[in-house]
Each structure stands twice: as C-alpha cells, then as structure tokens.
C-alpha cells in the first residue's frame, strides 16, 4: 500500500475527475494526502477528504509562491485544520526561483507564523524549498533550538545535494521523492539516506514519471517512484513500498 504522501488533487487539473482519479488510486491500494497551496485549494483538498474514509487525507497552508498574492490568517487556516482529516500543515516554505526571489522577507514572515501554528495545533509541516536551502536550514535550526526539536515533518520534492540532505535529516526531517528522480541526479542523496526516513510523493500533476510519457500525473503512479528508488538502493519494490507507508503513517498519523 503505496502511500502519495503529496497530491493536488485539488487543483484545476483534477476538477473534471477527480473523483474517479481518487477511486482509481483507491483500487489499488494507494493513499494519499492532498495538499494546499493557499486557502482556497486548502478548503478544496479538506472537503475532498472528508467525502472519503480511511485513504484520503489533507493538509492545509499558503505556498510561498503565494505569499505576495494572499494575506495569512493564521485563524482561517486553523478553522480548516479542525477536520480530522487534516494531517499537516502545508505546503509552506521558501521559494528563490526566478521573481519570487524578490520577495524572501514576505516568504520567510509568513513561513515563520505557519510553524508556529503547526506547533500550535501539534501537526507536521511539508516543506517546499526551491534554491534556498541555506536560509531553510538556517530558520529550521533556529526554530529547532526554540523548540527542543519538536517540531517534525518532511522536505518535499528534495533537490539538493547529500550535505544538506544530511543536516535535514539530523534534525529528525523526512525526505520526500517524487518523478524529479527522473530529471535530476540525485542517486547520492536517495543511496545515503536511510529508507526509514523516506517518503513516496507525485506531486501530481506536475512531475509525470517517464514511464507514462505526457499523461498528467496522479497517485497511481508512485508506484514508479517507489520502483526507481528500489533500484537505487538495489533492494525490493515490496520492501520500499512497506517501509515507506510505515514512514507516512508514522509522521502524519493515519
């Protein structure tokens, strides 16, 4: 039982069928957490959940992309964590690519009031980084110090190289994979890393695995993740599938 611990299947892609891509996944034994990117997508992915039982779950909370485009409330974003199907806060974190480098100060403010409401209200945190993990790092082991390392949750969609993938996991981080193994060398990184401490994602639509040529991506297909990775570690498909969704159930308690 795969779990696709990163999906939007609330998003635009997904509005004509989503219901069917989730019975889909569903059918094969495939779990997932939809996760936001500003409200509304965060309401999205909490009132699709709530549709289902065991298998669909949500996580809430503003992509620094948006940062700029919505005002934070944190208040707004706890009413939505009210749902027992919500499993973290998310996605949040910094983003330097291109343009929305021009905005770090906003970018770092509201990641700073996210984490402190995901400790608020006791849930992890799905990070996004994107060329900036050295001030990621340098706020995480800030807020770890203030903390006594309580605070715990994943690196989605991880890119950087084994040094920093190594001081995220030192401070008790999941590292999470997705179809960007495909475009990206990060055999090192996926070698190195314990399986205990890694998650299975699509990130879906985005990231369609190559094995499934221009299709938009979906759940279903982190089964091509979870191949890739067995490979890499040369070890087995069924041993990555269980110790990974072991991974997920331990970190967002489902």
Same mark, same amino acid.
């Given at each position: 039982m795969p779990?696709?611990?990163?999906?939007?299947?609330?998003?635009?892609?997904?509005?004509? +069928?989503? +219901?069917?891509?989730?019975?889909?996944?569903?059918?094969?034994?495939?779990?997932?957490?939809?996760?936001?990117?500003?409200?509304?997508?965060?309401?999205?992915?909490?009132?699709?959940a709530e549709r289902y039982g065991n298998g669909v779950y949500a996580a809430v909370g503003l992509h620094p992309i948006h940062a700029r485009d919505e005002e934070f409330s944190a208040e707004n974003y706890k009413e939505l964590a009210k749902s027992k199907k919500v499993v973290a806060i998310g996605e949040i974190g910094l983003d330097y690519f291109k343009d929305y480098g021009k905005f770090k100060d906003i970018q770092k403010r509201i990641f700073l009031k996210q984490l402190n409401l995901a400790k608020e209200?006791?849930?992890?945190?799905?990070?996004?980084?994107?060329?900036?993990?050295? +001030?990621?790092?340098?706020?995480?082991?800030?807020?770890?110090?203030?903390?006594?390392?309580?605070?715990?949750?994943?690196?989605?969609?991880?890119?950087g190289n084994w040094q920093q993938a190594k001081e995220y996991l030192d401070i008790g981080f999941y590292l999470g994979f997705n179809g960007i193994i495909y475009k990206l060398d990060l055999k090192e990184v996926i070698k190195k890393t314990p399986l205990e401490r890694i998650l299975l994602e699509t990130d879906c639509p985005y990231l369609t695995p190559p094995q499934e040529g221009d299709k938009r991506n979906e759940p279903v297909f982190v089964k091509y993740v979870a191949r890739e990775i067995a490979k890499i570690k040369n070890i087995s498909f069924k041993e990555v599938a269980k110790t990974t969704t072991r991974n997920a159930q331990t970190l967002f308690e489902i």
């Open positions: 779990i696709d611990t990163h999906a939007h299947i609330n998003f635009e892609a997904f509005n004509r +069928d989503h +219901d069917e891509v989730i019975k889909r996944s569903l059918a094969e034994d495939i779990w997932m957490v939809n996760v936001g990117s500003k409200y509304s997508t965060s309401k999205k992915a909490v009132e699709i209200l006791n849930l992890p945190v799905i990070i996004h980084c994107r060329m900036a993990h050295e +001030d990621l790092l340098e706020i995480l082991n800030f807020q770890f110090s203030i903390f006594n390392f309580q605070l715990k949750g994943v690196i989605h969609c991880f890119t």
